[in-house]
């Protein structure tokens, strides 16, 4: 089936003048128009949304230039893509040492989003889509939260948690103590809390600033994982994460 009845003729539109203006700086609406096939008047209100959203911005020329908020969307890119290009060999060694699947999440708002994953070739395992996101404050995503701000911590735990299964802990002072737990530990781990009968275990990626930038993720189905199995797991994930973390310039103490 076609995904064209889900396109926007606007968006597509405003994307193509993005684009015009990133190669062909400091042209004028007259010369972006006519690249784009659009009537100067149509570009005009487009670019001038786009400038008031700091995407694009007028040099003394009048002419066009890529604006700061596209500075800030290149800056966390170009992170984002150093950041799986470094990680994906780790994730991959990772899953084969532990026959299971492993995610690379980040924090996105309020939400982990997986960004990158690995999976087994045995035939019961846990299934990982990238770009799924889940709730910080439930489960294994809950190591994202926890070395995140207080004021962000705050901001994300809702006073009434809704509850995934019957697991998922039902108060923000659960919430808390676990976050806690967490940070003491050096790392995650989840029975039941956002998918019955699976159990994880996360652990930090940090950055050369010592900020939190990403958590590797191992998930599994339960009736596999012992404690035996539990805590080699936990020794695999924490070892990953340090070493994606060296990666990214972060150095231990």
């Given amino acids: ?25 400091r042209s ?3 010369k972006l128009a006519q690249k784009t096939n659009l009537v100067k008047s149509r570009a005009y209100r487009l670019l001038h949304t786009m400038e008031q959203r700091k995407i694009v911005k007028r040099d003394e020329n009048n002419g066009y230039v890529l604006g700061d908020a596209m500075l800030v969307l290149g800056i966390t890119a170009s992170s984002q893509i150093d950041l799986i290009r470094l990680a994906t060999p780790i994730l991959e060694e990772l899953c084969q040492r532990v026959n299971e699947t492993v995610q ?24 990982a889509n990238v770009g799924r996101r889940r709730p910080l404050y439930a489960g294994s995503p809950k190591c994202l939260l926890a070395f995140q701000s207080r004021e962000f911590i705050d901001r994300c735990i809702p006073e009434h948690p809704t509850p995934l299964t019957d697991l998922t802990p039902k108060s ?50 339960a009736f596999r994982i012992g404690e035996p199995e539990l805590q080699h797991i936990i020794h695999l994930v924490v070892s990953a994460a340090q070493r994606l973390s060296a990666g990214l310039g972060w150095s231990k103490g």
């Fill in 172 to 221: 923000r002072l659960l919430i808390l103590d676990e976050l806690a737990k967490i940070r003491k530990q050096g790392y995650c781990v989840s029975r039941g809390e956002v998918s019955d009968h699976q159990v994880s275990c996360a652990a930090p990626v940090f950055a050369i600033d010592n900020s939190i930038v990403a958590s590797i993720h191992v998930v599994a189905p």
């Fill in 28 to 30: 004028g609406v007259t």
């Fill in 1 to 25: 089936m076609s995904d064209d009845k889900y396109t926007v003729e606007s968006v597509e539109k405003a994307f193509d003048l993005l684009m015009a203006v990133a190669r062909m700086p």
């Fill in 104 to 127: 690379l999440r980040t924090a996105d708002g309020f939400d982990a989003l997986c960004i990158a994953k690995a999976e087994p070739s045995r035939d019961l395992r846990v299934h």
